[in-house]
């Protein structure tokens, strides 16, 4: 058995004693709640939920302002060399579509609370620059195909 974090509890914890963890969970401000056949969760204030949710809209907003100018765009483009070191293996139209893609998931995220879009964005970019890193996967990669391979399955 592993050792909880001070800021998390078991599912087990909050069925037994739902108040004192309730309190927990305000005074620390969120809790995680482990569970062992189920993904973890975090319990926390609306109001707290609400001001981070504003705060990633405001933060997209400013972004995609940005990104509407060219010293902006710039800023941006040095912003995501910095975050993302791995990012020097695309070239600067790579980088800059890696940053336009970023934006829109991070607005997605904040308009309409679709999360995942973000992460997978970063997801494809670093594969792309993990290939371009290694000249032989690239090559390989740029190599040209013949033949069929056969049916693709959709994954749904």
């Given at each position: 058995?592993?050792?909880?974090?001070?800021?998390?509890?078991?599912?087990?914890?909050?069925?037994?004693?739902?108040?004192a963890v309730?309190?927990?969970?305000?005074?620390?401000?969120?809790?995680?709640?482990?569970?062992?056949?189920?993904?973890?969760?975090?319990?926390?204030?609306?109001?707290?939920?609400?001001?981070?949710?504003?705060?990633?809209?405001?933060?997209?907003?400013?972004?995609?302002?940005?990104?509407?100018?060219?010293?902006?765009?710039?800023?941006?483009?040095?912003?995501?060399?910095?975050?993302?070191?791995?990012?020097?293996?695309?070239?600067?139209?790579?980088?800059?579509?890696?940053?336009?893609?970023?934006?829109?998931?991070?607005s997605d995220?904040?308009?309409?609370?679709?999360?995942?879009?973000?992460?997978?964005?970063?997801?494809?970019?670093?594969?792309?620059?993990?290939?371009?890193?290694?000249?032989?996967?690239?090559?390989?990669?740029?190599?040209?195909?013949?033949?069929?391979?056969?049916?693709?399955?959709?994954?749904?």
């Amino acid at each position: 058995m592993t050792a909880q974090p001070a800021d998390a509890v078991t599912f087990s914890d909050l069925s037994r004693n739902p108040r004192a963890v309730a309190e927990r969970a305000r005074r620390l401000g969120r809790l995680r709640v482990t569970h062992r056949d189920a993904a973890d969760f975090y319990l926390t204030a609306a109001d707290r939920e609400e001001e981070r949710d504003e705060n990633l809209v405001t933060a997209s907003r400013m972004f995609a302002a940005l990104s509407r100018s060219e010293s902006g765009t710039r800023a941006v483009a040095s912003a995501v060399a910095d975050v993302f070191p791995w990012s020097r293996h695309l070239s600067g139209a790579e980088r800059s579509g890696f940053a336009a893609e970023l934006i829109a998931g991070l607005s997605d995220a904040a308009e309409l609370v679709v999360d995942g879009n973000a992460r997978e964005v970063i997801a494809g970019w670093r594969a792309t620059a993990r290939i371009k890193a290694d000249e032989r996967q690239y090559a390989q990669a740029l190599a040209q195909t013949e033949g069929d391979f056969g049916p693709v399955e959709a994954l749904a």
